[in-house]
Nanobody, 122 residues
Framework: QVQLVESGGGLVQAGGSLRLSCAVSGRTLSSYAMAWFRQAPGMEREFVAAVSWNGRTYADSVKGRFTISRDNAKNTGYLRMNSLTPEDTSVYYC?????????????????WGQGTQVTVSS
């Protein structure tokens, strides 16, 4: 059984940074595409970033500020978030897919974590 567990969320001031982690168990991470999505209160979940063996892609709203990466040896993915703004406040979810090399849509990902709250104060 594949499990994803996020950590690293918290409260940060605008302009600050956080690094989220996503620990994967049950399968080897190198065989997955991994992504981060986020959901703000009252909003639909939206794509943030994705990484696989053939590259990375980012939502326009985070491009240049966020960096997605993964350590296959540790079976862990990361999302480094810099220059945070209050608009980045959301619950952040990591997701993994064996179906596609890389994707920006929720339906492509069959495994999800429980989410971690990120709150950016102004």
């Amino acid at each position: 059984q594949v499990q994803l567990v996020e950590s690293g969320g918290g409260l940060v001031q605008a302009g600050g940074s956080l690094r989220l982690s996503c620990a994967v168990s049950g399968r080897t991470l190198s065989s997955y595409a991994m992504a981060w999505f986020r959901q703000a209160p009252g909003m639909e979940r939206e794509f943030v970033a994705a990484v696989s063996w053939n590259g990375r892609t980012y939502a326009d709203s985070v491009k240049g500020r966020f960096t997605i990466s993964r350590d296959n040896a540790k079976n862990t993915g990361y999302l480094r978030m810099n220059s945070l703004t209050p608009e980045d406040t959301s619950v952040y979810y990591c997701a993994a897919s064996t179906r596609v090399p890389i994707a920006t849509v929720e339906g492509a990902y069959e495994y999800w974590g429980q989410g971690t709250q990120v709150t950016v104060s102004s």
